[in-house]
């Protein structure tokens, strides 16, 4: 029976080496049952043959790494006349996992005490040893385990080898092989986009502000310009236009400067530039060439003379607005014009 056993091993081992690698799950929670074979090395002064028998352990995984397990054997040495001697052992063990990476393999160490009878009498011993083991499934795994059995009231030298294979079958606790529970995430949160530029701080973008250097404290409209409130005065500049042209005569610069003066003297006003013709020609053609004697009048007070152009307003009315008749070269002359009305802006109406 002794050589059976060795056979027995040694299969035990070369079958858990050749078994490709599966993934050893946890046991936590579960409990086990462990059936199998133990032989016995008996030290040489209890004059005991080496022996083999039956084992059986009773085990809960009290974590993935730790467990607990009460086991038993039973063994019929013979002695040194050649009687069976019946050898009852009893034990309560811990079990450490190791989690080492050896690919199909799980090492695992032991430690404990127990209770023998040996020639009739009780004989407490404490032990300790390690061993590995296989899943083949999340409920089955063959086992090997070395314990060294030291026997209370003899020296340390004086020790027990015993080894054990068994089949563990583990029942109880969760299911293992239900699918992990979904993890839910939290949604990525969207990144602030940067806000757009704005220099001159009116709360329009530059990119659709059509008066860039608006003054910080005039309220504006969805352009950017300063929002008129109260017109104060209708200036009539004497800047009149030759024929079909738009461009602004030297002579009437005195004309705009004084426009311009005011508007210094008083900041919190802003001017609106009406451009004028006379009837000669298309309405549409009128209309912008009204429009482009109204933007060069501005031009002049913001190149020559440093107004800020948010402060202007231009706009053609081309031959709508007449002063004078068109029947005339004279009355002609007169329309075509620029004029300026001069318009109140309510300072710190929009706080910055």
């Known amino acids: 029976m002794q050589s059976n056993f060795r056979k027995l091993c040694a299969v035990s081992t070369l079958f858990l080496m050749s078994m490709p690698a599966i993934n050893l799950t946890a046991a936590e929670g579960q409990f086990y049952i462990a059936p199998g074979i133990q032989w016995m090395d008996f030290d040489n002064q209890w004059d005991l043959d080496d022996d083999e028998g039956y084992f059986l352990g009773l085990g809960y995984d009290i974590t993935d790494d730790w467990s607990i397990e009460f086991s038993t054997a039973d063994l019929d040495p013979t002695d040194a006349t050649g009687s069976d001697q019946d050898i009852d052992l009893w034990k309560f063990d811990l079990l450490y996992g190791l989690n080492l990476d050896l690919g199909p393999l799980e090492p695992f160490l032991l430690t404990g005490f127990g209770n023998g009878n040996l020639y009739g009498g009780d004989e407490s011993f404490w032990e300790y040893g390690g061993g590995v083991s296989y899943d083949f499934t999340d409920n089955l795994s063959l086992r090997t385990a070395v314990r060294n059995l030291h026997f209370q009231g003899r020296d340390l030298e004086d020790n027990e080898v015993g080894i054990e294979t068994a089949l563990v079958f583990r029942f109880g606790g969760p299911d293992r092989s239900a699918p992990a529970p979904a993890v839910t995430r939290a949604p990525a949160s969207t990144p602030t986009p940067a806000p757009e530029p704005d ?154």
């Open 199 to 352: 220099a001159d701080g009116d709360g329009v973008p530059d990119n659709r502000d059509a008066c860039p250097d608006t003054p910080r404290n005039y309220a504006v409209d969805s352009q950017g310009c300063p929002i008129p409130v109260e017109e104060v005065a209708r200036v009539e500049l004497q800047v009149n236009f030759e024929f079909d042209r738009s461009e602004v005569r030297p002579q009437f610069f005195n004309e705009i400067e004084e426009v311009a003066d005011f508007m210094e003297q008083y900041p919190d006003v802003i001017v609106e530039l009406e451009g004028h013709t006379d009837s000669v020609g298309t309405e549409q053609y009128n209309q912008n060439l009204s429009q482009r004697r109204a933007d060069a009048v501005r031009q002049v007070m913001i190149d020559r003379y440093g107004i800020q152009g948010s402060r202007i307003t231009a706009i053609g009315y081309g031959e709508s607005r007449p002063i004078a008749s068109n029947d005339t070269a004279a009355g002609r002359a007169d329309n075509r014009r620029v004029i300026t009305v001069i318009i109140k802006t309510l300072q710190n109406y929009r706080p910055r």
